[in-house]
């Protein structure tokens, strides 16, 4: 862990600038930030060092947009010195103990650091944020993979570990078939790994994909069948009871608005198998 060692100065917000590594594609609503800061101060000072310009942001971006937000004309900085690799660690470290990055984001400052810039093994990265050189190694493999994929993960649309599942199959076009298969079907990284296995002993043998997917699908088209009719009969049997007690206006509309609902339930199943069956075809065609 860094000690920094520098001076704590109030800063011209117009003299400081994001740094030239910003880890963060995106950087979210930061509305509540904002009014905490207007309301408590600015806890923590933002990190920055002097260039012949202005001063570089190494940590801070996000407390720096919102103290902009509020319109201050100045905010408390930290002023270091630091070099290239030091102010990445620096912004890397504090991004990580705050999770703060998605896994894309993650991954690729984690190839930076290490293939692009090469200041550092994984081994040596993994100590310095304190994590395991397989969690390193896993984010780093994480942005090989197709921008479809990436796109997903870092929408939250998938669960990483999941994903991490396809590391084996090398084909893209697979991958990105599969990826969208986990996001749909929101399957577990269990799940994922038995059917890699399965496509690796078949030799990504598409018939075999086929066939093991019909089984599975022909069960689930069963089950929304069944809803359908369990609800069908209700409604019939609710039909029933309704004739019954058309003089009693008040349970009239109560039993009126139940059938109602049963039948916007029938709507909503059609609609669930429909759009399973879609993905089927989907993942059917993997090849």
Same mark, same amino acid.
């Given at each position: 862990?860094?000690?920094?060692?520098? =001076?704590?100065?109030?800063?011209?917000? =117009?003299?400081?600038?994001?740094?030239?590594?910003?880890?963060?594609?995106?950087?979210?609503?930061?509305?509540?930030?904002?009014?905490?800061? $207007?309301?408590?101060?600015?806890?923590?000072?933002?990190?920055?060092?002097?260039?012949?310009?202005?001063?570089?942001?190494?940590?801070?971006?996000?407390?720096?947009?919102?103290?902009?937000?509020?319109?201050?004309? $100045? @905010?408390?900085?930290?002023?270091?010195?630091?070099?290239?690799?030091?102010?990445?660690?620096?912004?890397? @470290?504090?991004?990580?103990?705050?999770?703060?990055?998605?896994?894309?984001?993650?991954?690729? %400052?984690?190839?930076?650091?290490?293939?692009?810039?090469?200041?550092?093994?994984?081994?040596?990265?993994?100590?310095?944020?304190?994590? =395991?050189?397989?969690?390193?190694?896993?984010?780093?493999?994480?942005?090989?993979?197709?921008?479809?994929?990436?796109?997903?993960?870092?929408?939250?649309?998938?669960?990483?570990? %999941?994903?991490?599942?396809?590391?084996?199959?090398?084909?893209?076009?697979?991958?990105?078939?599969?990826?969208?298969?986990?996001?749909?079907?929101?399957?577990?990284?269990?799940?994922?790994?038995?059917?890699?296995?399965?496509?690796?002993?078949? $030799?990504?043998?598409?018939?075999?994909?086929?066939?093991?997917?019909?089984?599975?699908?022909?069960?689930?088209?069963? =089950?929304?069948?069944?809803?359908?009719? %369990?609800?069908?009969?209700? @409604?019939?049997?609710?039909?029933?009871? @309704?004739?019954?007690?058309?003089?009693?206006?008040?349970?009239?509309?109560?039993?009126?608005?139940?059938?109602?609902?049963?039948?916007?339930?029938?709507?909503?199943?059609?609609?669930?198998?429909?759009?399973?069956?879609?993905?089927?075809?989907?993942?059917?065609?993997?090849?």
């Amino acid at each position: 862990m860094y000690e920094l060692i520098g =001076s704590i100065e109030d800063i011209e917000t =117009s003299d400081l600038a994001p740094g030239q590594n910003t880890l963060r594609s995106t950087i979210e609503s930061v509305h509540e930030l904002a009014l905490s800061i $207007k309301q408590n101060g600015l806890l923590q000072p933002i990190v920055v060092r002097a260039t012949d310009k202005h001063f570089e942001i190494i940590a801070g971006n996000r407390r720096f947009k919102a103290c902009k937000m509020l319109g201050l004309k $100045k @905010i408390s900085c930290h002023i270091v010195e630091l070099d290239d690799k030091s102010a990445f660690e620096i912004s890397l @470290i504090e991004n990580v103990q705050r999770r703060s990055l998605n896994p894309v984001e993650e991954g690729l %400052a984690f190839k930076r650091y290490v293939h692009e810039f090469g200041w550092g093994g994984i081994s040596q990265l993994a100590q310095k944020i304190c994590r =395991s050189p397989s969690f390193v190694s896993r984010r780093i493999k994480l942005v090989n993979l197709p921008k479809t994929m990436l796109d997903l993960i870092s929408q939250s649309l998938v669960n990483v570990t %999941a994903v991490e599942e396809l590391y084996p199959i090398d084909d893209a076009h697979i991958q990105s078939k599969l990826s969208n298969l986990i996001s749909d079907k929101h399957m577990s990284s269990r799940a994922v790994r038995k059917l890699v296995k399965s496509i690796g002993s078949k $030799k990504h043998n598409s018939d075999f994909i086929f066939r093991q997917s019909t089984s599975e699908c022909d069960r689930i088209y069963k =089950s929304f069948d069944k809803l359908i009719i %369990a609800l069908r009969i209700a @409604i019939k049997k609710l039909t029933t009871l @309704i004739e019954k007690v058309e003089d009693n206006w008040m349970i009239y509309n109560v039993m009126m608005q139940h059938k109602h609902m049963l039948h916007q339930q029938i709507d909503l199943v059609i609609k669930e198998k429909i759009k399973y069956k879609k993905n089927y075809l989907c993942f059917r065609t993997i090849n």
